[in-house]
């Protein structure tokens, strides 16, 4: 069932939008090589608690950070730790903050020092592909016309959508229906309205789509191929005329 927020739950989550905005902004400021992302993990903590918030991936199906940390060929969902930062890498962070009950989602990828052309061009075409997907959505559009906009824009500059993970509704939860996911047919799945909230986030590969699920640790995705991917996701409320961007 997808659910459809009253303006009380929307400020909420404005709330929650924002401070995982912020604390997106703060770790941005604090990657550099040598930087473990353990501290980063840390770091993310300490913000969200002292503003009032909850690290919402924290215990979730037993998750032991605050944040994922997801570096080079890893896809999403890596677990912090005692890694440190190199120069030329790419990290993708995904952030999580439950404000009174309700819940922000946001991720970005960010480049360690100098990295390379294909590295910065993965990165823009990732970040772009979330504007193109949400391009003239509003009440009335269809899941699908996200999807399609997000795989048309990403193929047309050489690299490839994750299937094996989508976008979703959110709110009071984490992960609510529906599915979002970065590939797909305009005018299908199911219809927007006004008041809805989902994360967009579109999760870009270099090469292969084809992504692995580490048996080791239980969470960290990676490309099949090894090549690099980014992620780039806002949580957005649909509106009459268009969207919002909450986080
Ligand atoms: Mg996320
Ligand atoms: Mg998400």
């Known amino acids: ?14 709330k929650a939008g924002k401070l ?9 400021k604090a990657i550099a090589p040598g930087v473990t992302t353990k501290q980063l993990d840390e770091l993310a903590y300490s913000y969200i608690i002292r503003n009032g ?9 037993g998750f032991p950070g605050s944040i994922c940390t997801s570096i080079n060929e890893q ?6 730790g005692n890694i440190a930062l190199k120069e030329g890498d790419i990290i993708s962070i995904d952030v999580g903050v439950c404000y009174k ?4 989602d946001s991720a970005r990828t960010f480049a360690v020092g100098k990295i390379s052309a294909q590295k910065q061009k993965l990165i823009e075409v990732t970040k ?7 391009k003239n959505i509003k009440a009335g559009s269809f899941v699908g016309d996200i999807s399609s906009q997000v795989q048309r824009y990403v193929e047309k500059h050489g690299f ?4 094996d993970l989508v976008g979703h509704g959110i709110g009071k939860h984490l992960h609510e229906d529906p599915s979002v996911p970065n590939y797909g047919f305009a005018g299908l799945g199911p219809r927007l309205s006004e008041g809805m909230t989902i994360a967009v986030e579109p999760m870009v590969n270099v090469g292969t789509d084809k992504v692995h699920f580490s048996k080791a640790d239980g969470w960290t995705v990676t490309t099949a191929d090894g090549q690099p991917s980014a992620h780039y ?12 961007i909450l986080t």
């Open 1 to 14: 069932m997808i659910t459809v927020k009253s303006v009380e739950e929307i400020e909420l989550m404005r």
């Open 20 to 28: 995982t905005h912020d604390t997106l902004i703060l770790l941005e």
């Open 53 to 61: 918030g909850k690290p919402s991936f924290k215990g979730y199906g």
């Open 75 to 80: 896809v999403v969902h890596g677990i912090p």
């Open 101 to 104: 009950g309700y819940h922000g």
């Open 128 to 134: 772009q592909s979330f504007f193109e997907g949400i």
């Open 160 to 163: 490839s959508v994750v299937k």
């Open 233 to 244: 996701e806002n949580t957005i409320l649909i509106l009459a005329d268009g969207v919002e």
